[in-house]
């Protein structure tokens, strides 16, 4: 059975991801209850029990315990009163990042406290630069800042990532470049993570275009020939790691196709092929950014090559 169309799935080798640490260490957390100055937290359920009080935080977190220090988060979440014993206390929060360097990204914590003054969270998550994140949040109380309505807790942070690569997303389309003529062709599998070869049959123009690439369950694809014969065919066998950086061309009217593909370029980090066809009409072309390269075309052809255009996504190992 198909996959639906909202879903895709990959084998992830070790290429597909890699991983990335975090350490923070010199922050502060100050905790300041309600009604002392600058309040960040809130009883929300106050039962008059032993245990069940919620309270809802937002704590800021510092880079030092001076005037002059610069606020780096806010533990935003709530933590509530779990145990018979007074003190002990179940936290989930998200520590949100206001500062530049990682404005917007944020870590999922999730632990508890007692009356003991140090301990550990688990990170359980994280958006933005922290995207699947997990470690743990080291806490010691800073006893001599302790005035009865402000709790000052030392923090260190150690979290690693998973930073995966583009290879479940879709290969973007750029162009194409050409005339009207001919018919819509398009690749059958547009998931392909890798090109293998091209086949370009050229004369007075480019007749016709052929490829061969991986998807992304390492499975080989051929398409075409799209467009038709009469000209000398010309193979470019990629290399392991050769990877095509740049399409260019030019595209001319000729009768009876009219707007046509006359002449291609292919480029790669290696070396240059082409041009195949006659160089003449209207340039076109696109050299794309470093880490990205082509993984495919799709266009339009009828006894010729009536149009090109390229699909482009990451670099991958094959």
């Not at 052809?301 to 670099?315: E, F, M, N």
Request: with cysteine.
């Amino acid at each position: 059975m198909a996959d639906p169309s909202y879903f895709q799935s990959a084998p992830v080798s070790h290429e597909a991801f890699n991983h990335k640490e975090f350490m923070f260490h010199g922050l502060y957390m100050q905790q300041r209850l309600e009604g002392s100055p600058s309040q960040n937290m809130n009883v929300m359920v106050n039962p008059n029990l032993p245990f069940g009080s919620i309270v809802a935080n937002d704590w800021t977190i510092y880079d030092g315990l001076g005037t002059d220090a610069k606020l780096v988060a806010r533990a935003q979440g709530s933590h509530m009163e779990t145990g018979v014993t007074e003190g002990t206390w179940f936290i989930c929060f998200n520590i949100a990042f206001v500062d530049e360097r990682f404005k917007d990204s944020s870590l999922k914590v999730l632990g508890h406290f007692e009356v003991p003054t140090h301990g550990e969270w688990a990170i359980l998550g994280g958006t933005g630069d922290f995207a699947h994140a997990q470690g743990i949040v080291s806490f010691k109380k800073v006893p001599e800042l302790d005035n009865g309505k402000t709790t000052v807790r030392e923090l260190e942070i150690r979290a690693v990532c998973l930073n995966f690569s583009s290879s479940l997303s879709l290969p973007m389309k750029v162009g194409p470049w050409g005339g009207n003529g001919g018919f819509t062709k398009d690749m059958a599998v547009r998931k392909s993570i890798r090109l293998e070869s091209i086949t370009i049959n050229s004369g007075s123009l480019v007749y016709s275009l052929a490829f061969s690439y991986i998807d992304n369950q390492r499975k080989s694809h051929t398409e075409g020939p799209w467009g038709g014969s009469g000209g000398t065919i010309h193979t470019v066998e990629l290399g392991p790691t050769e990877f095509v950086k740049e399409v260019s061309g030019t595209m001319d009217n000729v009768a009876p196709s009219g707007l046509t593909v006359s002449a291609l370029i292919i480029a790669t980090n290696v070396k240059q092929y082409g041009p195949f066809g006659f160089v003449r009409g209207t340039w076109f072309g696109l050299v794309l950014p470093e880490d990205t390269c082509v993984l495919g075309f799709f266009g339009r052809s009828g006894d010729v090559l009536d149009a090109i255009g390229i699909y482009t996504g990451p670099i991958l190992a094959s």
